[in-house]
Nanobody, 120 residues
Framework: QVHLVETGGGFVQSGGSLNLSCTASGGIARFWTMGWYRQGPGKERELVADETLHETTNYADSVKGRFAISRDNAKTTVFLQMNNLKPEDTAVYYC??????????????WGQGTQVTVSS
C-alpha cells in the first residue's frame, strides 16, 4: 500500500516562504513523476509543479520564478520551495506520484493534502 505523507503547510503573510515536502512509502522505489497540485476555494485542482526521474521540471505559469521543485536522490521525496507567496496561492496542496506499471500504464497516487494560507 503506497502512502504519500505531506508536511510543511501553514499560515504565512504575503511575501513569505514555505517549504512543502512529501515522502512516499509502501514498496515502490521509483516514481516516474512526483509533483504538487493545489485546489483553492471554489476552484478546480491544478498542477503547480512536477519533476520526472530525469529531472525535467514543469511549472504552472502562475508560480514560475517563485516556486522550485526538487526530489531527493532516492526519488521518493519531493519538495516544493515556495517564495514570495501571494494570497492567490492559498489552497490545499496535494502531493502526486505517478508510477508506470510494466507495459507503461500509469498509476496515480495522492497525498491527503496540506493547507497553505497566505494573508494579504
Amino acid at each position: 500500500q503506497v502512502h504519500l505523507v505531506e508536511t510543511g503547510g501553514g499560515f504565512v503573510q504575503s511575501g513569505g516562504s514555505l517549504n512543502l515536502s512529501c515522502t512516499a512509502s509502501g514498496g515502490i522505489a521509483r516514481f516516474w513523476t512526483m509533483g504538487w497540485y493545489r485546489q483553492g476555494p471554489g476552484k478546480e485542482r491544478e498542477l503547480v509543479a512536477d519533476e520526472t526521474l530525469h529531472e525535467t521540471t514543469n511549472y504552472a505559469d502562475s508560480v514560475k520564478g517563485r516556486f522550485a521543485i526538487s526530489r531527493d536522490n532516492a526519488k521518493t521525496t519531493v519538495f516544493l520551495q515556495m517564495n514570495n507567496l501571494k494570497p492567490e496561492d492559498t489552497a490545499v496542496y496535494y502531493c502526486n506520484a505517478v508510477y508506470h506499471l510494466p507495459g507503461g500504464r500509469p498509476v496515480d497516487y495522492w497525498g491527503q493534502g496540506t493547507q497553505v494560507t497566505v494573508s494579504s
